[in-house]
């Protein structure tokens, strides 16, 4: 869906750039706002490489554990963590967004506003559907998977990531009031602090997970576990 008109916006940008160049004070202004389009162009830099990170680290706990179940459990911490997160962007999308202002002026209707936010969000919610991507291709990989079931991986990958979104839709239409932030913030710390202290901690955190891995597999939301735990590991 398109609220906008590329030929109107090409226009309108070399108009805004013909007066920004004639003005000391508009240049300022346009190099204060920059610092926050080079942070937008960092973050496509340092999201992929997140993925990338996370799918060496499910292929690293295979590796130690041997176990497959292992390397599930920590992709469903991962997912779940990416529900609360989810949840908290579509809040924000549907009731704070910052084009919410200028939309509401423009002669559309309410629920093609709604459309527009919701497509945005489910462009930003690609990025887990890429660490749930990669990390069920490294669980493959490090468990030599043959070719039938590599072709597995994408589907699963995809319904992994339809039902975190939708457990996400699932906490705002029913438990909007929930510090999802808050969670999401604290999870996101520690595992950060986890992945600093990894030389101190990692083998204890990897051990817990290994041993708590049939619990999680159960208690947590993605429930492919089925088809990767028959996948015995060959030494």
Not at 95 to 108: E, F, G, Q, R, V
Not at 117 to 131: A, C, M, T, Y
Not at 200 to 209: E, K, Q, T
């Amino acid at each position: 869906m398109r609220l906008h008109s590329p030929k109107f916006e090409k226009k309108l940008r070399h108009a805004v750039r013909k007066t920004v160049r004639g003005s000391l004070e508009l240049k300022r202004e346009f190099r204060k706002a920059n610092k926050f389009r080079k942070h937008y162009h960092l973050m496509l830099l340092v999201r992929p490489a997140i993925s990338f990170g996370f799918a060496i680290f499910i292929w690293q706990m295979l590796d130690k554990t041997g176990h497959p179940a292992s390397a599930l459990a920590m992709i469903n911490l991962w997912a779940f963590v990416f529900i609360l997160i989810h949840a908290q962007r579509l809040l924000s999308r549907l009731y704070a967004s910052t084009d919410l202002p200028a939309l509401t002026l423009l002669p559309i209707t309410e629920p093609t506003i709604f459309r527009w936010e919701l497509q945005k969000f489910f462009r930003g919610s690609l990025w887990s559907l890429l660490d749930l991507l990669g990390g069920y291709t490294a669980l493959a990989f490090s468990s030599h998977f043959t070719g039938p079931k590599w072709s597995a991986v994408i589907p699963i990958s995809v319904v992994a990531w339809a039902e975190v979104l939708a457990l996400a839709a699932l906490c705002v239409a029913y438990l909007p009031r929930l510090p999802y932030q808050l969670a999401a913030s604290c999870l996101t710390v520690i595992g950060f602090a986890l992945f600093m202290a990894r030389n101190l901690v990692g083998s204890a955190v990897i051990g817990l997970i290994d041993r708590c891995a049939p619990s999680l597999n159960l208690l947590l939301p993605t429930k492919v576990d089925p088809i990767l735990w028959t996948t015995k590991r060959r030494n």
